[in-house]
């Protein structure tokens, strides 16, 4: 069974761009969970999609959006990158009904010059 | 808001030492608790979890017992080899299932032969 896939591996931008990250969760699972590791702050919840909807939202401007598709996959976008967006985004997926072991990818590299 | 305090690391152990990394935790109700962790280069990997006070999760040789008077949830392992080398999380939920994960900000573990 696939786990948890995310792309690209490594990606690249500067300053001001727009960065899309994706994900496509474990085959059956309807949660998807974004999270920002960021070097010396451990992992922050962003975004919490389920069943298509935007569940719950961390603590991060507006700047960061996504949204999920019907095949359960999802996008994360951050516009106007600043440096400071620098990390490892990490996203999760769990089966319908409970937000307990979540599984996660291996991560979307972001490194804003 | 709920939140997960962990030792700080790096922790670095020679193979076969025991292990102890500390996890305390301040949270309304009545949390479920998972240890998590990152291989170099991986994703999060769920390593165990408690639902409930004075359960003990165990997998691969470690343990954590949850520990409602103190509010703790530490990691032991009796004898570490230099595969355990690794980011530990600790991280809880809420019982209603409602909020996402919050994680510490991980202990690393360096394990020398």
């Known amino acids: 069974e696939a786990g948890v896939t995310q792309s690209p591996t490594h990606l690249i931008k500067t300053r001001g761009q727009q960065a899309t990250l994706r994900c496509s969760p474990i085959s059956g699972h309807t949660s998807v969970y974004w999270y920002q590791q960021a070097l010396g702050l451990g992992l922050q919840f962003l975004l919490w999609y389920d069943e298509g909807e935007e569940r719950n939202r961390g603590n991060f401007p507006p700047r960061f959006s996504g949204r999920q598709f019907p095949n359960y996959s999802s996008e994360l976008n951050v516009n106007a990158l600043e440096l400071e967006d620098s990390a490892l985004y990490l996203c999760a997926s769990t089966p319908p009904g409970t937000i307990f072991d979540q599984y996660f990818g291996a991560g979307t590299r972001l490194s804003v010059l | 808001g709920d939140s997960v305090t962990q030792m700080e690391g790096p922790v670095t152990l020679s193979e076969e030492a025991f292990l102890t990394i500390n996890c305390t935790y301040t949270?309304?109700?009545?949390?479920?608790l998972f240890w998590y962790v990152q291989y170099p280069g991986e994703g999060l990997q769920l390593l165990l979890k408690a639902t409930k006070a004075d359960d003990k999760g165990s997998n691969k040789g470690f343990e954590a017992t949850y520990r409602k008077e103190t509010t703790s949830f530490h990691l032991e392992k009796g004898s570490v080899q230099v595969s355990d080398s690794a980011v530990y999380f600790c991280a809880l939920t809420s019982s209603s299932g409602n909020t996402p994960l919050v994680f510490g900000k991980g202990t690393r573990l360096s394990v020398i032969a």
């Open positions: 949270a309304t109700g009545y949390p479920s």
